[in-house]
Every structure is written in C-alpha cells, then in structure tokens.
C-alpha cells in the first residue's frame, strides 16, 4: 500500500463524528467535549480574539468557548452542513445561529479538520470568519 493513501480507520464513520457534533446542535457541550481529548492539540486559524494554538481541552474552552459566552447571553448553536471521512481524519463544516449582547447576530460558518484516536479527537485545524469574529467583540467588548 502507497504512503500517499489514508489508512482506514474502521471506527470512524461519517454518523459516529455526526453524533458527536450533534451534542453541540443540541447546546450539549459537555457531551461534544466527552469526546475531545484532554490534551487535544487544537488551532483555531485566523487573526482575531479567537485565534490561537492551544495545547489543552481546557485551555481552548477558557479561551474560545468561555469567551464566548460572555458576548453570547443565549450561546451558539453549531449545526453540522457536512462531514467527510478519510482514515483517522474528519472534516467537518458547521455554521453558527447566535445573537450577540448589543443584538448583532453571529452567524458564523465553520470548517473543523479533526484527527481522531480510538474515537477520541485529538487534534483539531479550525477556520472560520475572522471579521465577523473581530466585529462579535469590538460591538460587544468583555
């Protein structure tokens, strides 16, 4: 078998990262983060208040997530558009429903690479709007 070509990771199917993410659809984070683990390696790409390599479940949630909430009285809901599997990677396309403090509205659109070990995430690449994340916190400062 060529190098070049994934290695098919039997666990991983398209409805096992759909009921994972679906924990987020349902505002359920602990039941998404359940499945992330503890020392994920996690990017979120961009040049904005979220952006930022972080090393741990926690620290990306203090960073991301608990920021968010702050300017997001109702929180997010992420609903997944489309995933695709390839060996021990997921890629997920989400878009974001939320309104901000001042009334903006944050509708965000996402694309999350994921590498999964034994069903567990532990690596993740996220892209999204930095403008629109850039705007969410000048309208709405912490």
Not at 112 to 123: A, D, H, K, P, Q
Not at 133 to 140: D, G, P, Q, S, Y
Request: proline fraction near 4%; include cysteine; aromatic fraction near 12%.
């Amino acid at each position: 078998m060529s190098s070049t070509q994934p290695v098919r990771n039997p666990d991983l199917s398209i409805a096992y990262v759909r009921e994972i993410f679906k924990n987020l659809e349902s505002g359920d984070g602990q039941g998404f983060f359940d499945h992330v683990a503890d020392d994920v390696d996690w990017i979120v790409e961009g040049t904005h208040p979220l952006a930022g390599h972080y090393h741990s479940k926690a620290e990306f949630v203090a960073h991301t997530f608990d920021k968010l909430a702050k300017v997001l009285p109702k929180g997010t809901e992420l609903h997944v558009e489309h995933a695709l599997v390839s060996g021990d990677w997921a890629v997920v396309e989400l878009h974001s429903e939320a309104i901000a403090k001042n009334g903006f509205r944050f509708d965000n659109r996402y694309c999350w690479l994921c590498r999964f070990v034994n069903g567990t995430i532990v690596e993740v690449r996220a892209y999204l709007d930095s403008a629109l994340v850039a705007r969410l916190f000048e309208e709405n400062p912490i």
